[in-house]
């Protein structure tokens, strides 16, 4: 009984997949889960609350008054009660709500009221799932901290084949278990992340950048927040944002920027994490006007920044620990094994721009990790999701063994 003591809300959006609901209700009741389901009026149209209610062992809910009474179901209530909220099926029309806030059902008003980590399984025929306004819906949604469970791919209810299936439900449980396991195990820890690029001045249009898109940053602070821990996330120059109530975000645009909301909150911090692909070195003079083109050649003078990492490792107290990323090109061991020494970090993070799909702005990366004891872990090509997973676990296990 993996989930004894646990209240998962279980919400069925109107698709032909919501026969699964019933079967995934099962598999939550029997692992000890309470689960109380809410369903949109068109799921009505595919399952009954009856069949439902008799697995969860609950009433179910669809509207936002119940009929013989006229008591309110109070979503808010619900939205704070569960441990986790799950969606599934999520269908097209349901995404689009939670996508830009729309609150015309008790499923959606709960979905807004929600404190609690939100996993969606979307359900949709091929073409729809691949259509660019779904996309971009999933891609809101997730960007909004929920934790998106891509669809399975094979034979869809329309005859086609493809990817479109609602994950499996025995695949959905899994995945409960691993999160509610871990919902709790940050909490009460202060956590700073440093992400995304830094931009330094050359002149009122131009500035010296890098390619980062904070993908890799963000994915740690999401996986972290749905763990327990406040996040202090410092974010340069990014596309990518997040909301989470967990995750406070500072934006800053220069490595000095970044350094001083960095140093401001280093004391008050359990964990500091390094994931900023910061300038090494800034114009000296930043040009006050526009430079003009007039002369053939011309060359900026450069000075160094502060490295945050290092001069944060130079007083960091005991207890605290600090990870840090290494970003190369050639002897990528080597100069991940000094950059650990040298910036104090607990362990190290390499990415190589030598692997393919690794490194800035994909969606996947590939690392390994290097420990002080000299210790090393390697990854396969993954997400960056499950990469921020599999760093976070590797943290854990270190925190276990200090205390
Ligand atoms: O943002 P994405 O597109 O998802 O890409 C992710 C990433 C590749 C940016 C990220 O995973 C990564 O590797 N970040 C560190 C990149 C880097 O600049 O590494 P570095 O080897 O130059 O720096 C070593 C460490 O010192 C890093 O932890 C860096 O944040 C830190 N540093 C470096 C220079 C400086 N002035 N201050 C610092 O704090």
């Excluded at 890799?216 to 972290?224: P, Q, S, T």
Aim: hydrophobic fraction near 40%.
């Amino acid at each position: 009984m993996q989930l004894q003591g646990k209240r998962v809300l279980l919400a069925v959006t109107g698709s032909i997949a919501a026969y699964k609901a019933a079967h995934l209700t099962r598999l939550l009741v029997k692992e000890g889960a309470e689960v109380q389901i809410i369903m949109s009026t068109s799921a009505l149209d595919f399952i009954t609350p009856l069949t439902l209610s008799t697995l969860s062992k609950r009433p179910v809910y669809h509207q936002f008054h119940k009929n013989e009474t006229g008591e309110w179901n109070n979503h808010v209530e619900l939205g704070l009660w569960a441990d986790l909220f799950i969606i599934a099926p999520l269908s097209a029309s349901t995404l689009s709500k939670l996508a830009h806030g729309n609150s015309d059902n008790l499923l959606t008003a709960t979905y807004l009221s929600a404190r609690c980590p939100v996993m969606l399984a979307p359900a949709m025929d091929l073409d729809m799932y691949q259509h660019p306004s779904v996309r971009a819906n999933l891609d809101t949604v997730e960007k909004h901290g929920n934790i998106l469970l891509e669809a399975e791919s094979g034979e869809l209810a329309s005859g086609l084949s493809g990817q479109g299936r609602m994950m499996e439900p025995e695949h959905i449980l899994e995945k409960t278990i691993q999160l509610l396991k871990k919902s709790k195990d940050f909490e009460g820890k202060k956590i700073m992340i440093t992400a995304g690029p830094t931009q330094e001045t050359i002149d009122p249009v131009r500035f010296i950048g890098n390619h980062s898109s904070g993908k890799m940053g963000i994915a740690l602070a999401k996986n972290l927040a749905n763990r327990g821990a406040k996040i202090e996330l410092i974010l340069g120059p990014s596309q990518i944002t997040i909301s989470h109530p967990n995750i406070k975000i500072s934006p800053v645009t220069s490595t000095h920027d970044m350094y001083k909301a960095a140093q401001a909150v280093h004391p008050q911090m359990d964990i500091c994490i390094f994931a900023a692909a910061v300038a090494d070195y800034a114009p000296a003079d930043p040009a006050k006007e526009k430079i003009k083109k007039n002369e053939e050649n011309m060359s900026i003078i450069l000075k160094k920044n502060v490295d945050i990492a290092a001069s944060l490792g130079a007083v960091k107290k005991d207890g605290q620990i600090h990870i840090g990323f290494a970003l190369e090109t050639n002897h990528e061991e080597e100069n991940a094994q000094t950059k650990l020494k040298k910036k104090n970090f607990d362990f190290i993070v390499l990415n190589s721009m030598n692997d393919a799909g690794a490194g800035f702005k994909h969606d996947t990366n590939k690392v390994t990790i290097f420990h002080q004891s000299g210790k090393k872990q390697v990854s396969d090509l993954l997400p960056k999701s499950a990469i921020a997973e599999l760093i976070i676990d590797t943290l854990k296990k270190q925190l276990d063994t200090e205390n």
